[in-house]
């Protein structure tokens, strides 16, 4: 019986070494903390995404090492506490203070008897995606402006076209006319009606 425990008990030291193992080969910070929020376990990589080492993180506060937005940490632990789980998009710091942005998940953990434990927190670093989000947004909002601006233009270069009185000087510099010539009627049998238009510019109809 007692070399029988001693088997199991190996048996179980391996499972949770090869589970550490795999812990440490995730990209995404791993993080174990008490019901306040106190650091019991820092993975690997949480160690290369924020540059803390384990034992120096190790029983501190978790919100003091992440120097993160305290009301939407206080958010997240209330509602972990009461719901079990919460997911949401956290504003933390590095060691250097680096600020980074972070996906991410935490669930309660209960023991047997099923009262709550620990709580575990996974954070995906998203800080790259988010600033090619933002520079992606950037670029169509000022297209958009390029092109609102360039339809702009175009309708008061005609509106002033049409509005030049005759001889006047158009925008081009040429003579403009309020007349169209015989030629241009002739191959253009529409261009009387076209000479009354309707247009909006700067907040005016121009009739």
């Keep these: 019986m007692k070399h029988m425990d001693i088997t199991e008990r190996k048996l179980v030291e391996n499972q949770l070494a090869e589970q550490a193992a795999l812990l440490d080969k995730a990209s995404d910070a ?10 019991l376990f820092w993975s690997k990589g949480a160690e290369r995404m924020y540059g803390w080492r384990a034992e120096e993180v190790l029983r501190r506060p978790l ?39 972070v996906q ?29 989000e933002a520079q992606l947004l950037r670029a169509q909002r000022i297209e958009s402006i390029g092109t609102l601006a360039s339809g702009i233009a175009h309708d008061l270069n005609n509106v ?8 006047s000087l158009s ?9 169209p010539s015989a030629r241009n009627r002739a191959t253009d049998p529409l261009a009387p009606g076209r000479t009354v238009s309707k247009k909006f510019c700067s907040g005016w109809y121009l009739i």
Aim: glycine share 8%.
């Design 30 to 39: 791993i993080v174990v903390s008490d019901l306040k929020h106190h650091v």
């Design 63 to 101: 919100a003091e090492v992440l120097r993160g937005d305290q009301a939407r940490f206080a958010e997240a632990a209330e509602q972990v506490a009461s719901a079990g789980e919460w997911a949401g998009e956290l504003t933390q710091a590095t060691r250097e203070g680096k600020r980074v942005r």
């Design 104 to 132: 991410s998940r935490w669930t309660l953990v209960k023991d047997g008897a099923g009262r709550p434990r620990s709580i575990l927190a996974l954070n995906s670093d998203v800080t790259e995606q988010k600033n090619l």
């Design 160 to 167: 002033l076209e049409e509005k030049s009185p005759p001889g």
């Design 171 to 179: 925008t081009n510099g040429a003579r403009a006319s309020s007349v």
